[in-house]
């Protein structure tokens, strides 16, 4: 049964707390571990999704008005040590979604959505369709991700198609252990490309990207001999600059990927192993590939993969830190144009670091 009459102004306070950095979501709803029914641990051990996905606890609190808004609150507990509280009603309150949508977009930013599997909020006539319970071939649900790094949040507003109506809000807090060790190697202990001898040859194809009638950088993208991590044939080597020469003070990024569609998992779980290996865990602390990460790609998801920030000490950088400097970032994940991609930002940096005989 939908509420008649609801109010944003609980979960905007909630949404300004948390961005200003308060960590403890059960206290700022003023609810403890004692208000919620406990699921019983076998019926999460035979739920494939949260056994999947390493769900260790999971606390209910049903048909009791939480933020104004909704109805069921439901807590998710990680084995990793993250917090998933998940917000739930019935609402065909088009004007309702919208503000929290924008409200969402104000703090965080425009957000991030799959368009494979979902429409986004900001097509008001597929979320004014859903929320009259029209629903056509080729609809999808409405589903956003926003992020807020600083503290470790992720929130995901989602307007399901069934249950007709039900809008579900996750609150996620992510448990980040940085490792300030300095590594002792790098990723170009596995890379077999000299950048000076591709630079010789003709590209593939040239993009020269414009600022203020200016050019801001160039892409020279080849074919490689060899694939890197037996997986990435083409290279994309974007200089800031309007020459065609590789050296150390010129911000240069490098981007691989492949020319086949389909990758084999077990070749993407084989490079992450051996970036972790150098870097440990990532920059929200994930490491090695994991079940859940295996059925994103599986299933054709967005897959946000692994982003290593390296600090000039060559460990991780404190991202909220202002006074520490990013010397470079190694990032693999899946690309919106659905390709694999390995990307090391200033490159240039890497290099100066270990020493020129990289290239």
């Known amino acids: 049964m939908m509420r008649l009459f609801r109010t944003t102004a609980p979960l905007f306070r909630l949404l300004d707390r948390l961005k200003a950095g308060e960590k403890n979501i059960l206290g700022l709803l003023k609810l403890s571990e004692k208000d919620f029914h406990q699921v019983p641990f076998e019926e999460i051990l035979n739920s494939p999704h949260d056994a999947a996905y390493g769900v260790d606890t999971i606390l209910e609190r049903y048909n009791r008005p939480v933020l104004g808004i909704f109805d069921h609150l439901v807590l998710r507990y990680y084995d990793n040590g993250d917090q998933e509280f998940l917000f739930i009603t019935h609402t065909h309150d088009v004007n309702l979604i919208s503000k929290i949508v924008d409200k969402l977009h104000f703090m965080f930013g425009t957000g991030l ?5 979902f429409h986004s909020f900001y097509n008001v ?3 004014q369709k859903l929320a009259r319970g029209i629903i056509e071939d080729g609809d999808l649900p409405i589903s956003c991700l926003w992020f807020h790094h600083a503290h470790d949040l992720v929130f995901k507003l989602t307007y399901f198609q069934t249950p007709k109506k039900q809008l ?4 996620k807090k992510n448990a980040r252990i940085l490792d300030r060790t300095p590594r002792k190697n790098s990723v170009l202990d596995f890379l077999e490309f000299n950048i000076d001898d591709i630079l010789s040859g003709q590209e593939s194809l040239r993009h ?15 074919q490689l001999p060899v694939k890197e991590f037996g997986i990435f044939d083409i290279i994309t080597i974007r200089i800031f600059d309007n020459s065609k020469i590789f050296n ?5 990024h490098i981007f691989l990927s492949s ?3 389909s990758i084999p998992i077990q070749a993407i779980t084989d490079c992450v ?8 865990g990532d920059h929200i602390g994930s490491s090695s590939i994991s079940i859940n990460d295996i059925q994103d790609l599986e299933e054709g998801n967005y897959w946000l993969g692994r982003t290593w920030h390296l600090n000039y000490a060559h460990a991780q950088q404190d991202l909220y830190n202002p006074e520490e400097k990013e010397a470079y970032c190694v990032a693999i ?5 659905e390709r694999i991609e390995l990307s090391i930002l200033s490159y240039n940096t890497l290099i100066e670091l270990f020493g020129e005989e990289y290239h």
């Not at 994940?333 to 144009?337: E, S």
């Open 113 to 117: 959505y799959d368009d494979r599997h």
């Open 125 to 127: 006539n597929k979320v």
């Open 168 to 171: 579900g809000f996750i609150v």
């Open 208 to 222: 020269i990207e414009f600022e203020d009638n200016n050019i801001l950088y160039i892409d020279f993208t080849y």
């Open 248 to 252: 150390l003070t010129t911000q240069t």
């Open 259 to 261: 020319s086949i569609d």
């Open 273 to 280: 192993t051996k970036l972790t290996r150098i870097y440990g």
């Open 333 to 337: 994940n899946q690309h919106f144009n």
